[in-house]
């Protein structure tokens, strides 16, 4: 299902509903650029949640992007564990509702 190739069809979507799209691109850029956050963290953050929703389109967009903005290694591997904590830590406080009748 996954094909790097797809993406080209964005230009389809980008026709079939040239107003939403233009809304999107719009605002994914201005999501990225840099303000409070700079650009780099902002994709490093892109990387994790990448991770966490393991799209792999976004994994590999933003894992090109972030280093093209700077990060390094130990920063994408620091992210990737910050994801990995993150999905661990939702199992395990939600496993506390196995437990909620019983309170």
């Known amino acids: 299902m996954y094909a790097k190739k797809n993406l080209t069809h964005l230009k389809d979507l980008d026709a079939q509903a040239p107003t939403g799209m233009k809304a999107f691109w719009d605002f994914d850029r201005a999501a990225f650029e840099d303000g409070a956050l700079s650009a780099k963290m902002k ?33 994408l591997a620091e992210a990737a564990l910050v994801a990995a904590a993150i999905r661990a830590g939702g199992a395990i406080t939600h496993a506390t509702h196995l437990w909620s009748e019983r309170t």
């Open 43 to 75: 994709q490093i953050i892109a990387v994790a949640v990448a991770l966490t929703t393991q799209c792999p389109y976004c994994i590999d967009l933003h894992g090109a992007a972030a280093r093209k903005a700077g990060a390094s290694d130990a920063e």
